[in-house]
C-alpha cells in the first residue's frame, strides 16, 4: 500500500467533516465489534464510519471509493460466513468499513401494501410497524438472525422461516455503483420518480417524500411471488432455495455489498391471525418426510412455518441457548442489539488484562443461565424423551382444523406423535429452535479445551431427497463432539453445525464433508450466502464483477481475488 501516513491523516479529517469525529472510529478497541464477524472473520482497518444519513452515506462511499479504499458495507453484523467482516490482512488496499446501523428508517407507501427500508432498518422494527396495520415482511424474526437488517437479507437472498415467501428479492432498489470511470454513480430504480441532484433524491427518501403519482405500481416485483408454487414441487432434482440461484439475482437483490444500497422496495402481507402451532415427534425420518411431502401437496394454503430439531440440538440449545431463550422470552428481539453490543464490548476490554480467559463473557452468561428458571415446556421435554426428530408446525387458523385431522391420521399410522401448543407452548418451542444457531459457539466457548473450533454448514437439499438426514464417514464422524442439526424442513434447508475435536483442522474437516453433499445433489450455501468461507461458481463471480468492476467493494468474498480490478492471484 503506498498511502502515506500524512495521506491518510488527511483523508480520515475529511471523512471526519462530513460524518462527525466521533462517528469515525479508528482505534482497534473501537472498531473490534465492526471488523469481527458474529461466527466468523476479522482483520484490519483503517476506520469504521458511521453515517448519520444517506446524504453522509453518499458522500463518505463516494469519497472512499474515489480514492482508492477497500469499503466493506455492514448491516449488523450478524451473517455466519464473516462477509461483512474483514478475511485477513492480505489486500492489497486499505479497509474501510461502513457501518449503516444509524441509518434507520422505514416508510410504507401504498397504504402499507409495500415499503421503502433503508439501510439501517431492522427486520423487528420492520415487523413491529407493520403488525399496527395487520400486515407481516417478506421474512421474520428466524434461525441466527435476530437483529438483523432488511437489507443485509436482500443484499444476500437470505432464506427464512418462512414457507410461503422464500429468499428475499426485489427489482426496485436505490443504490450506488461504481462505474468504469472510477467513479460512484446513483442509480434510481426504486420505482419512484425523484426530482433533483443526488443529494436531493436522497434526502426525499430519507425523509419518505414519496408523491402518490410519482410512484409506479408496475415497477417491478417485490419479492418472488413464484416460490409458493416452486416450493411443492417435491418430486424436482433440484433444490428450492440457495444463495447460487441465478434465478434470484437483480441489482441490490444478491448483491453481497458490491453495491452501495440506500433503500429497497419490498411487498408485505396481510398478517396471519391467531395461527395455531403443532409439536411433532418421530423417530423416523422417513415418516417426517411422508409428512412433508403431503402437506406441501395436499392442501390449497401452504404452512406458515415447520422448524425442524434434532434431539441432539435440542439438549444442546436447552443448555447453551437457555439464556437467549430467557432473554427474548422477557425483555423481547429488540434488546438482543443492545445485549450483544455490550458482551462485544465487555470482550474487548478483557482481552487486555493477561491470564483472562477471552471466552469470560460467555463463561458469565453460562453461569448465571444455571440460575434462571425451566424454559421449555413439560411437554415438549417429554418428547424430547420420545423422540429423536421434532417439527414445529405452524399453520393459518383455516388450516388449523384439517391438518390436525391429518396429523390424527398420521399419528395413527407411523410410530409418531403430536400435540396442539398453547399460545405460550408455541412461541417457547420456536424460541428454543432458533436459540440453538447460537448454542454451538457457546458451547465451543465453554468446552475450548477438548473444542478445536466450529464447521457450520447451510445446505439446500433435493426436493426430492427422501433420504435427507445425513449419515457422515465413520473417519469424519471421529473428529467430532457434538452435530446440531436444525433447519426449514419443507423447503429442505438444513443448518448443521459441527464442534471439532481439539486438535483438527476445522477447515479440513469441513471439506471433507462436502464431496458427500456434492454427491446427494445438495447446493451449499443455501441461504447465508458464500462470505469468506465458500468457493463461489463461476457464474457468481461474474454477475459480482458484473455489479463492482474495480473489485472496490467487499473483494475476496466466494473466494474471488482480493485485488483491484480482480487481478488474479499469484499462484
Known sequence: MSTTSSDNAAFLDTLRSVVGRRHVLTKPNATY??????????????????????????????LCAESGKIIIMQAANTGLTGGSTPDGNDYDREIVIISTNRLDGIHLIGEGRQVVCLPGSSLHDLEEKLAKIGREPHSVIG???????????????????????????????????????????LVNHLGIRLDGDSEQILSAVQNGQFPENAIDWNAGRGHDAGYAQHVRDVDAETPARFNADPNRWHEAAGCAGKLVVFAVRLD????????????????????????????????????????????DAFNIAEVYGKDTTAI???MGTRFLPTFFGMKSRFDIAVQRIPGISGHLSDLLLQAFSKILPKQLPARM???????????????????AAPVKAYLENWRSQTGGDFFACTPEEGKLAFLHRFAAAGAAIRYRAIHSKTAEDIVALDVALRRN??????????????????????GHFFCHVMHQDYVVKKGYNAMAVEHSMLPGLDARGARYPAEHN??????????????????????????????????????????
Not at 550 to 567: D, E, L, M, S
Request: net charge neutral.
Open 33 to 62: 465489534r465492526f471488523r469481527k464477524g458474529y461466527r466468523f472473520g476479522l482483520g484490519d482497518v483503517l476506520a469504521v464510519l458511521q453515517p448519520g444519513n444517506l446524504v453522509e452515506l453518499w458522500k463518505t462511499s463516494k
Open 143 to 185: 434461525s441466527s438472525c435476530i437483529g438483523a437488517s432488511v437489507l443485509g437479507g436482500v443484499s444476500n437472498n437470505s432464506g427464512g422461516a418462512l414457507v410461503q415467501r422464500g429468499p428475499a428479492f426485489t427489482e426496485m432498489a436505490l443504490f450506488g455503483q461504481m462505474g468504469t470511470d472510477g467513479k460512484l454513480h
Open 268 to 311: 408485505t402481507f396481510k398478517a396471519n391471525r391467531n395461527p395455531a402451532v403443532f409439536y411433532i415427534g418421530t423417530n423416523s425420518t422417513h415418516d417426517l418426510e411422508d409428512l412433508r411431502r403431503h402437506i406441501l401437496t395436499s392442501f390449497d394454503e401452504l404452512p406458515i412455518a415447520g422448524e425442524y430439531i434434532h434431539r
Open 328 to 330: 427474548i422470552r422477557y
Open 381 to 399: 421435554c417429554e418428547f424430547r424423551d420420545r423422540f429423536e426428530h421434532h417439527l414445529m408446525l405452524k399453520v393459518s387458523a383455516e388450516l
Open 465 to 486: 431427497d427422501r433420504d435427507w438426514f445425513e449419515t457422515l464417514p465413520q473417519d469424519i464422524e471421529d473428529k467430532i463432539i457434538v452435530k446440531l442439526y436444525y
Open 530 to 571: 458464500v462470505g469468506h468461507l465458500y468457493d463461489a461458481p463461476e457464474e457468481m463471480i461474474e454477475h459480482y464483477r458484473s455489479l463492482d468492476p474495480c473489485n472496490c467493494f467487499n473483494p475476496g468474498i466466494g473466494k474471488a481475488t482480493k485485488k483491484r480490478n480482480w487481478v488474479a492471484e499469484s499462484v
